[in-house]
């Protein structure tokens, strides 16, 4: 790895800074898009959605709807002037469906009127009739019908077969894992305005370039004429990279054919019902193994249900296969992904982007190993890890940065894990009803987006007169703390005060073509941007003070808000000014590409990633047998960031990523009855982790290292892998329902809420 | 709408005067939004579960999004707008906020800090748990809550020695 150059002490990055907005969010003045004051005229738009989940549809009688007090427009397929497509990828996401219904709640119509409420109302006098045909469901139904939306993906290394075959020990096995919803507070939201032959979306996206395209598009405008903007959003979590898009685009059609601002807030029923989810699994597996526990071979198929099109299901599920592994070496592999269509909302990006689920089957997998040779899962997690001469991803990437040994050792001992769980069996020995369990699993996550051309950032950067700067970048703010990291960095090469950097909206005006805020990369990519953008300014003005000053370029400083040159010094701001008046452009852009990466698809080998993000956690519950309730007790965390650019921030980030993994694995379940309704469309009947379920004693540390990769300050994403630290909650969970049956595995499925607690309870009481 | 459906309300609204004729049907949330111009108070599930929109009425905690501008009538509401001075300086429940990074998105913040503002009123003798408990009907995706209580906590602290 090339050495870390840094020769002047850090003053603003690796530090603690709040969230720039903090003022703001605790005083109620942080503008979200629903608060701006509206146009004068705005009118408000009401999605109507589709009855049933499949059929043909016959009739759509609206006259009633355009009728309707205060209904000024009704917006149907038919009045899309350009394409009436709202994906990412693929062109089978209609904004407006046209012929066809695939799933319950899919928007057939859009309601324009003077109010949110008339347009409410107004969607409830259609008369839509759909020759209805029974919908799939569930993946088991997609994978009876054998639909598929995307084709099947494979990874193989070595002979899977003949290592099985060869295997003292062989299992297999089948994992459900649920779905999720994002409830990001901030339901989805745009405000379209018009202007002469343009349109200006202000939308709560995590990926303005993309919606500026599809708005676009849609109105047969030029890219030019369409500009996107967003200055923050209350949560995403992958839930507004693609499906954010259709509500900024109805806006605009809106907007576009009334000659009117419009907004389009949706329902939170609305807002569960018709946009995408994570995806739920089906993992069968197959092992092979050593009495030791070493696995020789893994066979898997991963089914998921996608949804009823693409959306972003491939990068999914490919990330999926890329977490098989998670953190540990297999010896043969095959690696087999199903992306099944069902007549459902099209699910989506969240948070870990399929790895989480990846990373189930293959934890699932070393406790099945453990339970069934007798052995602590911790020893069996721990022999299997990446190590030297075993550091062969299944898809050809070496893994050069490991260090899970070292940081699970480093967790093991600070959580005092071999101790607890000697108290743990001495505590069930003495408990017939209430059972603990615990466990300690680690992550290895990936960091760049697999679909290479992403990996690239933009920024802008204007320093003003009076030594202010002026920063844009193409990365989006939704709470993560992003725009302070930035803002961390060009303060730094600047050698100013963090308060004189301002911190602008993001607009696709400013900085172009822009990869989504995702993938956990958006500090690194755009943060380098921002870097290189500053960088280029200093330069100009490092020349400009050499022979203004008349010293040798060397000699040339930034700090403390001052520039400092040979034994004198000058503040920023004078020298700002004198470098305009000496007429030196004070303005820049800055790019970024992360280097290296190559990924064959075809082949399905290459480095597809830049580095890797490790972390372990250590989870203790206890579980009620009679009724299934579940209480976590205490969390232990080593998580690695690199050198963090804000340890708050980052902490920040872990704690969230943890409970909403945690959420995910326990307690949030989505309910889909047999015509593809989802039951589950509040947050009073999907239940999302509140204070008190998270334990008082939660304990997160910074592993202390570098990233090897050459990354902004060495820092490592964060965004992403803390969720999948909640792992080890789920298999703590399943630790305490084995101590009931030592030697038997454990049927437990995700999430394991009550229910599924006590089927698992059940299952190997029955044995 | 009829007119028969509108009606007159007056209210205290952070210890102003507010007036307005609204639909009867209008929710306090969306009167403090659209006719006050208060947008601080944020509305997430607009069925009375997420918290985002809590605000008090008379000192008590009310969901705005289930309560009706009309029964506001006559009543005191405190919203976050209220919280800070005069002069804009933000008073120790905010500030601690602030200084613990309890908040990520941003948007469950005023409904939480309403929601503690209730609480501490009541009772100043509230432990970590008591905190957890009383927090549980306000949901924030974003932080894990762990700063949130080390929030609360640093403020109860700092509100006791100024008794």
Known sequence: MPPEVVDVPLRIVRTSRRHDSATRHVSGSATYIDDMPEPHGTLHLAPGGAPVARGKIKSVDLDAVRAAPGVVRVLTAADIPGTNDVSPVVGDDPALADGEVQFHGQVVFAVVAETREAARRAVKLAKIEIDAETPLVTVDEALSADLNILPEYRFTTGEVGAALAASPHRLDGTLRIGGQEHFYLEGQVALAVPGEDEMLVYSSTQHPSELQALVAHMLKLPQAAVTVEVRRMGGAFGGKESQAAQWGALAALAARLTGRACKMRLDRDDDMIMTGKRHDFRADYQLGFDGEGRLNGYDVLLSSRCGYSADLSQGINDRAMFHADNAYYLPAANILSKRMKTHTVSNTAFRGFGGPQGMMAIERAMDDIAWTLGLDPLDVRIRNLYGDGRDMTPYGMRVTDNISPELIAGLERSSDYRARRKAIAAFNADSPIIKRGIALTPVKFGISFTNTFLNQGGALVHVYKDGTVHLNHGGTEMGQGLFVKIAQVVAEEFGIDLEHVKITATTTAKVPNTSPTAASSGTDINGMAAQSAARIIKDRLTDFAASFYNV?????????????????????????????????????????????????????????????????????????????????????????????????????????????GMGWLTAEELVYDAKGRLLTHAPSTYKIPTSSDVPADFRVALFDGANREATIYRSKAVGEPPLMLAISVFCAVADAIHSLAPGRRVPLDAPATPESILRAVKAVAQH | MTGASRRAIKLQVNGKPHAAEVDVRLTLADCLRQEFKLTGTHLGCEHGVCGACTVLLDGQSVRACLMLAVQADGRAVATVEGLAGADGKLNILQQAFKDHHGLQCGFCTPGILMTLTECFADKPDLTEQDIRVALSGNICRCTGYQGIVDAAMDALRKMRSLL
């Open chain 1, 552 to 660: 040798p370029r060397e000699q040339v400083a930034f700090r403390e808000n001052k520039v400092f040159y040979g034994n004198h010094s000058v503040a920023f701001s004078e020298l700002i000014l004198r470098a305009h008046v000496g007429q030196v452009s004070l303005s820049s852009t800055g790019f970024y590409k992360t280097p290296d990466l190559t990924w064959d698809q075809a082949k399905a080998h290459g480095r597809p990633f830049y580095y890797f993000s490790y972390g372990a956690a250590c989870s203790e519950v206890m579980i009620d047998t009679l009724t299934g309730e579940m209480k976590v007790e205490r969390i232990d965390i080593l998580h690695d960031v690199g050198k963090s650019l804000n340890p708050a921030i980052d902490i920040g980030q872990i704690e969230g990523g943890f409970v909403q």
